[in-house]
Antibody
Framework: QVQFVQSGAEVREPGASVKVSCKSSGYSSTTWLVDWVRQAPGQRPEWMGQITIGNGDTKYSQNVQGRVTITRDTSANTAYMELSSLRSEDTAVYFC????????????WGQGTTVTVSS | DIVMTQSPLSLPVTPGEPASISCRSSQSLLHGSTYNFLNWFLQKPGQSPQLLIYLASNRASGVPDRFSGSGSGTDFTLKISRVEAEDIGVYYCMQSLQLPLTFGGGTKVEIK
């Protein structure tokens, strides 16, 4: 059974950084993508970026470009999303999700990590 | 960016009755004259979104056959043939044709 387990909730002050992890189990294909999606309270989900597990290629949303870095550690089956220069508008639940490159469907999601930015 | 627009915003439903949600994209989601890169998700309260439909009309693994997706180009529909109590939550459409991937504003389905 494919599973994505994310790290726990975080609280940061404005201007700080946060790094969220997403550990996968139950599959090993390196052609898959991992997306990071965030959802502010009462808002629609917002795509932040993606990483190709095999070659580490990344693409980012212009909304967070320059502040977000997505990486992966294939030996640990873990993907990471780091967001810097945090502001109150970054308060959200952050999700990782697996995307099949054949049909571009996000078929497995992590449980979500709440990041709260507050002074 | 491709803008996704859903209607209605809220949908009160009666168990056993059908329900329908619409999604419109600002650009065609048809690729290669064959595939429409349109997905439907259900997000139950306090949970992650779960994939229901991909490529506009393909049910994801484990999704009951009362859920069906249709449409092409810029207009899409999710139908539930007979709503059950476990179907309540917020439904989102999402385009995966081009980056950035974008989501609709959501349709909240609740029991009357």
């Amino acid at each position: 059974q494919v599973q994505f387990v994310q790290s726990g909730a975080e609280v940061r002050e404005p201007g700080a950084s946060v790094k969220v992890s997403c550990k996968s189990s139950g599959y090993s294909s390196t052609t898959w993508l991992v997306d990071w999606v965030r959802q502010a309270p009462g808002q629609r989900p917002e795509w932040m970026g993606q990483i190709t597990i095999g070659n580490g290629d990344t693409k980012y949303s212009q909304n967070v470009q320059g502040r977000v870095t997505i990486t992966r550690d294939t030996s640990a089956n873990t993907a990471y999303m780091e967001l810097s220069s945090l502001r109150s508008e970054d308060t959200a639940v952050y999700f990782c999700a697996r995307r099949n490159p054949t049909n571009n469907a996000m078929d497995v999601w992590g449980q979500g990590t709440t990041v709260t930015v507050s002074s | 960016d491709i803008v996704m627009t859903q209607s209605p915003l809220s949908l009160p439903v009666t168990p056993g009755e059908p329900a329908s949600i619409s999604c419109r994209s600002s650009q065609s989601l048809l690729h290669g004259s064959t595939y429409n890169f349109l997905n439907w998700f259900l997000q139950k309260p306090g949970q992650s979104p779960q994939l229901l439909i991909y490529l506009a009309s393909n049910r994801a693994s484990g999704v009951p056959d009362r859920f069906s997706g249709s449409g092409s180009g810029t207009d899409f529909t999710l139908k539930i043939s007979r709503v059950e109590a476990e179907d309540i939550g917020v439904y989102y459409c999402m385009q995966s044709l081009q980056l950035p991937l974008t989501f609709g504003g959501g349709t909240k389905v609740e029991i009357k």
